[in-house]
């Protein structure tokens, strides 16, 4: 099975995909089981670059409540990150100064055995909010993960895992014009995820040697397509964390505005698009994803597609298979007060429902045809309003009976 | 039992409460079962005031979608209304020319029937979106209403029931310093509730002498206080009509700015918060209501407390009666964007959980009282955030697997 395995993702045609646990050269990452999570799973994971001139980018939740991982990895040197700690169990929230004392103690240790200055060391840690992280357990975690260093990134992919049923990666290699490059990539995300990406990680690794501004701008680009075109619940994490590093043992140098910046951003554009709706289908609960495409006034489209993929209406009709229009049209509604006529366009799986405002009878053969659509894996609406210059779209998982479960019975 | 039953709301000192189903002098309801609604039950009532001078005011929803019944009733002298047609079943939304002309058909029968001008008949349609209303059926049913005026309310609150659980309404008597005057309201609403208030219904009736400005004015304090505090899913309906009526038949006149119109403005606004919370107990599937208090800066404490209500993270730990003050934080973090430090305090039902910002270790019997205490049927969270000069609070229900059910399993 090809890991781009979505109808709104295509491999470009310059990728071919690698075995999806191994990196490019110069990177290696490591495990460990510290005992934060209570099962005994591996829950701490160390990345590292050996190549001292590695450059990187990163971004972080937009959240007013963050992480004590995030508020000290913002403090370190974001463009020449060499290392990344990460652990899940325990995310290490609203815990005051003790939990800045833990990260920076756990940043200080991998510094210290990795030989590399403490602020290129990032820190991203998962998992409940609100509780003391066990200085010593995570301590002694990235010791013993710093033991297991190799060229897999299987072990780094099981420790970031939270409500997550499985890891999310992939490594491709890319034809550069330039020459061949590699890129691979490890993320979570199963739920608190919403806009300006949420509960989830993504780090990434390429051999191209490129500027620590071209790979900023990749990462912003990027992930604007991506993870902050998803939502599982709505909800903004506080912990939210994606590196991007690039050391160039490669020898392919990726210039600014260059045939092989395009190439390489066309690569890492679908990686992350895969990714994100990897962590969809893998929503608390989800069975089904949504895409939500919203075309008329520029300013109109967002706030439209974030209230369609927010709806708990619109979810639960997605969890149940019912092409069910009149919410779409609701919570399009919700978002344009004051908005008149209501002249707006509806497709479901491309028959279209409502036309200007009104909905379009359905003989029965189309209605049947429709609710077998809407059976599938991944569902599309295509929503026009009236004005032009905006087209938008979001990606969306159903509200579900297992959603209920999961958050009504285990503290996150 | 008394019908102020929630710990939110007082029954001030000078409302004794009446029989739920009866209404002020002068008023008379209807109800019919007109067949659109598939199971025979009641679905259209009416209710008229026989009184000439009747004033009113009225509220809709925001939403930009709005049903053909909101539209046509907009249109009308919603300053001297004398009756209202309301129906389940069908909301007569999304339906063009065609759902317009069904709404103006209805108010048109109900006009001529009780003699009334048709721009004095308000119209109010809650159930599926984007089908027809079927005509016949409607104008039908605003005949047989009609032949059943009397002055109990019963059917007309059977009428407009749809997904909730039981009927919504209330009868009191109140004791103005110039006199006594009585007050009724029948309401319904469990779901697709939130904000700018949402599929809910109120109709209110006095006895009390009020002129239409001072009306309006009662009508938009008491649902700015308790329908537009509340929220199920945080979803908009299309449909959410209030009417306030008021016939005089009393003999007692409410002066604008007098000691009359504070008393009686104090008993409609006890009235419509314990029919707002009504609705939130009855919410689609909801096991328990949660209250949530925001004090602070005045532009923060309005998104917060939708932020915290809204967020299917806090619903769900509601209904699993975990005290998660993490998921809370996290909530209102979302909605406080770029706002350090994150100095903020959180109590739930009374035990202070976070100070400023950081969690307050709890001993062990602490932590056992408040497991026990989120387990009641209501529960509040009082927030104070950096910053004066704001203070809000908004009720919802809980995220349960019976919502879920519902609304992935019917058609609305």
Chains 1, 2 share one sequence.
């Not at 913002?74 to 929230?93: E, I, K, T, Y």
């Not at 970031?160 to 020459?179: E, H, M, N, Q, Y």
């Not at 140098?253 to 992350?272: F, K, M, N, T, W």
Request: hydrophobic content about 45%; overall charge negative; some cysteine.
């Amino acid at each position: 099975v090809s890991f781009f395995r979505s109808r709104w993702v295509e491999r470009p045609p310059h990728v071919s995909e690698a075995e999806p646990t191994a990196l490019p050269g110069g990177f290696r990452a490591g495990a460990a089981a510290a005992g934060i999570e209570p099962n005994g799973a591996l829950d701490v994971g160390v990345l590292v670059s050996d190549e001292p001139e590695t450059t990187s980018a990163a971004r972080f939740t937009a959240s007013g409540l963050l992480g004590a991982p995030v508020l000290v990895s913002r403090q370190g040197a974001l463009d020449q990150l060499r290392a990344v700690v990460a652990n899940s169990g325990n995310a290490n929230v609203a815990d005051g100064e003790r939990g800045l004392g833990t990260a920076r103690a756990a940043q200080g240790e991998a510094a210290e055995r990795l030989g590399v200055p403490r602020e290129q060391v990032g820190l991203a840690s998962t998992g409940v909010v609100g509780r003391e992280l066990p200085r010593d357990l995570l301590v002694a975690g990235v010791r013993a993960a710093i033991d297991t260093l190799g060229d897999d990134t299987d072990g780094l992919c099981q420790a970031i895992l939270t409500t997550d049923k499985s890891p999310k990666r992939a490594c491709v290699d890319v034809a550069l014009p330039s020459g061949r490059v590699r890129v691979a990539a490890q993320a979570k995300g199963a739920g608190m995820l919403e806009p300006r990406f949420a509960t989830m990680f993504c780090f990434l690794e390429t051999d191209a040697a490129v500027s620590a501004e071209t790979l900023d701008l990749l990462c912003g680009v990027t992930v604007a397509r991506s993870f902050e075109r998803t939502s599982v619940d709505g909800q903004l994490s506080t912990s939210d964390t994606v590196f991007f590093l690039a050391n160039g043992t490669s020898g392919v140098r990726v210039e600014p505005e260059s045939a092989d910046e395009l190439a390489l951003g066309e690569a890492i554009d679908a990686l992350l698009r895969q990714l994100a709706i990897e962590m969809l289908a893998d929503g608390e609960g989800a069975s089904r994803v949504g895409r939500i495409v919203v075309r008329g006034g520029a300013d109109a489209v967002e706030p439209v597609a974030r209230a369609v993929a927010n709806s708990p209406l619109v979810k639960t009709a997605l969890y149940g298979a019912d092409p069910n229009f009149g919410r779409i049209l609701q919570a399009a509604g919700m978002a344009l007060t004051g908005y008149e006529p209501f002249a707006v366009d509806l497709d479901v799986e491309g028959r279209t429902l409502v036309s200007g405002g009104a909905a379009v009878d359905q003989d029965e053969a189309s209605w049947r045809a429709l609710e077998e659509a809407v059976k599938a894996p991944e569902v599309e609406y295509e929503l026009t309003l009236p004005g032009e210059g905006g087209e938008t779209e979001v990606f969306f998982s159903d509200l579900t009976h297992d959603y209920v479960t999961l958050n009504a019975e285990y503290t996150t």
